[in-house]
């Protein structure tokens, strides 16, 4: 079974959340948990992991590259792509911060002097947890493109390690990652919080799970920072709301001491508890 907690906003509360139900799933289910937040994760953080065991590199994106000696300098690289990243001083160079490895440029080179090539643009990462599940992460290169891709091979890499959950905490917005994180998965967790872009956001991210017929619940993190919008939305999630949970600064000391919530004494631990038994009962 694969559940991905995703939410349309960033900062609402989605990996702190991820991490709860990992560790409370955990306790009587065999558990693998997925980092799909691939340009910056941070559930290894939430839980407390700050090395890994194992990373490698991977490749999923291409860059163009041009080869001097075969080069007469026409200029027709340059002016067919889109994305400026081919430039000319004394000769014509790639910019490989701008290139996206299109390949319009070696199309229409009339001398063969461009070449496609792969290029490592980020790394697969695991680590067998003190509370007994691997935990997967990934981490694309600054400046490199395929967060999408970079998920899938992610989720390939988890689905090796024996489990009956895998839990996929997925990338803030609607992009690449966050479709790749929810394609697939039997269950959508939907963390909010009570502001105006919180709520437009989380409609979004809506849209995409129902593109692809999930099941989901909605949890509304920060509830008591505005009271009467967390009321309308737990309104306008009906049955589908799975409870809410308040803001605490004892859960930034949390993340602060790389503790997970639930080992701390804040208010929250019992109504994640109280979400959980809910998701729990609606998922399985």
């Known amino acids: 079974m694969k559940i991905v ?4 906003k960033g900062g609402v509360g989605k990996s702190m959340l991820t991490s709860s139900l990992v560790l409370l799933l955990s306790k009587k289910n065999q558990i693998v948990a997925c980092d799909c937040d691939v340009d910056a994760p941070n559930l290894g953080l939430w839980l407390g992991i700050t090395d890994w065991d194992k990373s490698e590199k991977v490749s999923t994106s291409f860059k163009a590259k041009i080869d001097q000696n075969k080069c007469i300098q026409c200029g ?26 299109c390949g319009a440029c070696e199309l229409v080179c009339p001398s063969g002097a461009i070449e496609i ?49 895998m839990i996929l905490d ?25 502001t105006p872009s ?23 993190n920060k509830w008591n920072i505005n009271p009467d919008l967390a009321e309308e939305i737990e309104k306008w999630s009906g049955k589908r709301f799975l409870g809410k949970i308040s803001y605490d600064k004892k859960v930034i000391e ?14 929250v631990v019992e109504e ?13």
Not at 79 to 86: E, L, Q, W
Not at 254 to 267: G, R
């Open 76 to 101: 027709k690289c340059k002016d067919i792509c889109r994305f400026y990243a081919v430039e000319k001083d004394n000769e014509f160079r790639v910019n490989q911060f701008l290139c996206e490895g």
């Open 170 to 194: 997925a990338a803030a917005g609607i992009g690449c990652p966050v479709i790749a994180s929810i394609r697939g998965s039997d269950y959508a967790v939907l963390v909010t919080e009570p």
């Open 254 to 267: 949390s993340i602060v001491n790389l503790k997970p919530v639930l080992k701390s004494d804040s208010k």
């Open 198 to 220: 919180g709520f437009s956001d989380l409609k979004r991210i809506l849209e995409i799970v129902n593109q692809f017929g999930i099941p989901y619940g909605v949890v509304v």
């Open 5 to 8: 907690v995703a939410s349309g």
């Open 272 to 284: 994640i508890k109280e979400i959980y038994k809910k998701f729990h009962k609606e998922s399985f």
């Open 117 to 165: 090539n792969p290029v490592k643009n980020g790394e697969l990462r695991d680590k067998k947890t003190d509370y007994g599940f691997t935990l997967v992460s990934g981490q694309l290169y600054p400046g490199e493109s395929g967060s999408g891709k970079i998920v899938e091979q992610l989720k390939e890499k988890a689905g090796l390690y024996e489990h009956d959950i």
